[in-house]
C-alpha cells in the first residue's frame, strides 16, 4: 500500500527513526521535510510507541532478536519486535542499499528543498512470527558520515522512491515485501547508514553502515 502525500516543509522538534504502526486501510497525508536545528541530545522520538519485551513479543524460525547497539553492514539482516495496536510480530528487517537520488526528484517540495539531495533507503521486510502484521509500515532514519542525523526530516515519495506499507497478504511467516524509505541531507554530504531507533532501541539504536 502506497501513501500519498503532497508537498510540505515545517519546523522540526525531534529526529525521526525506524517507525513500525498498523493502519487499517489505505490512508493519504503530506510529504514533510524540515532542517533539523535542534541539538541531539536521543535518538528516541516523544511519539515513541510502547516497545514489547522479548517474553511478549511472538518469535519464530528466523533467529534471535537483534540486541540494541547492534552494529550491521548494508545487506545484514536484524530481526526486530513489532507491536503496533492490536497487532504484535518479529519482523526481519534488511537494508538492502542506500543510493543518492537526483536533486529534480524533490521537485514537489517546492524551492525550501533547493539545498538538500534526497538518498534511498531500500528495505526489505520479512514476517517471522507468522502473525497478522498486514497494514504495518517500516521507516528508517538516515545517517550522515559522521554517525548522526543529517540535520533534514523528510518524508513522502518520489518518482525513484515509493513507500509502500505491507500488504494485506502480511500474515504468515515467510511473507515479504519491499520498501522505500525517503531520506536526505544539505547538499555536499550524504547518507552513508540508516538506524533503527524504536522502543527499547530508543538510546543504543540498530545502525546498518555502508
Known amino acids: 500500500m502506497t501513501h500519498a502525500r503532497g508537498p510540505l516543509f515545517l519546523a522540526a522538534v525531534a529526529t525521526a527513526g525506524l517507525l513500525l504502526t498498523a493502519c487499517g486501510s489505505e490512508t493519504t497525508g503530506s510529504p514533510v521535510a524540515a532542517t533539523d536545528t535542534t ?9 515513541t510507541p510502547t516497545s514489547t519485551s522479548k517474553k511478549d513479543t511472538p518469535v519464530a524460525a528466523g533467529g534471535d ?7 550491521l553492514k548494508v545487506g545484514a539482516r536484524a530481526v526486530l519486535p513489532m507491536a503496533s495496536g492490536d497487532k504484535t510480530g518479529t519482523i526481519a528487517v534488511t537494508l538492502t542499499a542506500i543510493e543518492a537520488g537526483a536533486k529534480e526528484d ?6 525550501k528543498a533547493k539545498n538538500v539531495t534526497p538518498f534511498y533507503l531500500r528495505v526489505k521486510v520479512e514476517n517471522l512470527s507468522g502473525t497478522d502484521l498486514s497494514y504495518t ?3 528508517l ?3 550522515g558520515t559522521d554517525g548522526k542525523g543529517t540535520g533534514v526530516i523528510i518524508s513522502g ?3 525513484k522512491c515509493d513507500s509502500t506499507s505491507a500488504p494485506r497478504t502480511f500474515k504468515t511467516a515467510g511473507e515479504t515485501y519491499e520498501t522505500c524509505v525517503l531520506t536526505a541531507a544539505p547538499d555536499g554530504l550524504a547518507v552513508t547508514a ?3 531507533n524504536r522502543g527499547d532501541y530508543g538510546k543504543s539504536p540498530v ?4
Open 141 to 143: 532514519r538516515g545517517l
Open 65 to 71: 532478536i537483534t540486541a540494541p547497539g547492534t552494529k
Open 207 to 210: 545502525v546498518w553502515e555502508s
Open 157 to 159: 515519495d518520489t518518482p
Open 137 to 139: 509500515s517500516v521507516s
Open 39 to 47: 541539538a541531539e541530545t536521543t535518538s528516541e522520538s516523544p511519539t
Open 194 to 196: 540508516g538506524e533503527y
Open 106 to 111: 524533490l521537485a514537489k517540495f517546492g524551492d
